[in-house]
């Protein structure tokens, strides 16, 4: 396994105001998805690439309780996926069968596109108290980069170019990760549109260029090369899962005393103590109830 350093988001913009970029170096996080759900290279791998996006994604709330949430419901061995990114580009995911592997393709990469399938991809972004927005599309090809850049391009109407990629080391841990999104801003240079669209064809294989040792800002200056730009900032971001045992007592409590009184009479009937255990899906942690917990006694 290669050692990994911090995640992090570097955000930028072009000087004349025609894009905004992000880079983000997601091994770390990737890595503690993969130990956390125990996933297959091609799960790894797929789950990697959406949590990476949606990390860069939250980064883009405006406010600090803004989320938000990406779901891909393909027809493929996977299943489902969803990634959840907050403002501070924290973030969590979920597969659905981690257990998922396909033989590697002719070009040698590990085959996303085969283990997500075709289906539908819904973007919700929560907003405080506000209605959440919610953006559906389908799904171009599941090798997620091209899925999203799509969402943008026809539910946003912003022209997005979005490189991902997660290398799997022959151990199956994380090597290395990451991913560069640049989104047009309302009147673009053409000059600028063209450098970026040229400069893309270098971010064809991003998690390569992590593996190199390649930092943010060299990859920055790959993705706007021949284009001024400022750096913004750079965030530290993590794999960062919020749940909590009243979140999951609420989530209990909601589903009504005859389920609950149902759920605790078939432990007994099966001989197990009469508790209930619930565990988070984004992390795995089980929490333990007993009736009394959930006002039953």
């Not at 913009?13 to 130990?35: L, P």
């Not at 597969?95 to 590990?110: D, F, S, Y």
Request: proline content about 3%.
């Amino acid at each position: 396994m290669k050692t990994t350093t911090n995640s992090q988001i570097l955000r930028a913009m072009t000087r004349d105001g025609s894009a905004r970029i992000h880079v983000i170096n997601s091994t770390a996080m990737v890595e503690e998805f993969r130990r956390l759900h125990n996933t297959a290279p091609t799960a790894t791998a797929a789950g990697g690439r959406l949590l990476t996006a949606v990390s860069m994604m939250g980064s883009m709330n405006g406010e600090v309780q803004d989320t938000t949430t990406v779901q891909i419901s393909g027809d493929g061995p996977i299943g489902k996926l969803i990634a959840v990114g907050d403002y501070y580009g924290n973030v969590k995911a979920y597969v659905e069968n981690p257990e998922t592997h396909l033989p590697i393709k002719a070009n040698g990469h590990l085959d996303v596109g085969g283990a997500v399938g075709y289906g539908r991809m819904t973007v919700v972004r929560e907003c405080g108290q506000a209605e959440p927005h919610i953006g559906m599309v389908e799904l171009r090809s599941g090798e997620i980069a091209e899925d999203i850049a799509g969402y943008y391009a026809e539910s946003e109407q912003v022209p997005t170019l979005l490189a991902l990629g997660v290398l799997v080391d022959k151990d199956a841990t994380v090597r290395a990760a990451g991913g560069v999104l640049i989104q047009l801003l309302p009147f673009a240079d053409e000059a600028v549109i063209s450098k970026l669209e040229e400069n893309s064809a270098k971010l064809s294989n991003v998690s390569r260029l992590f593996d190199e040792g390649k930092t943010l800002e060299e990859i920055a200056a790959i993705a706007l090369e021949g284009i001024e730009y400022d750096p913004f900032d750079v965030l530290d971001v993590e794999y960062k899962c919020d749940c909590s045992r009243d979140r999951m007592k609420r989530a209990l409590i909601s589903v009504g005393k005859k389920d609950l009184e149902e759920m605790f009479a078939e432990q007994v009937a099966e001989g197990k103590p009469e508790e209930i255990e619930i565990s988070c899906r984004f992390c795995n942690k089980a929490f333990k109830f007993g009736k009394k917990d959930l006002g039953l006694a």
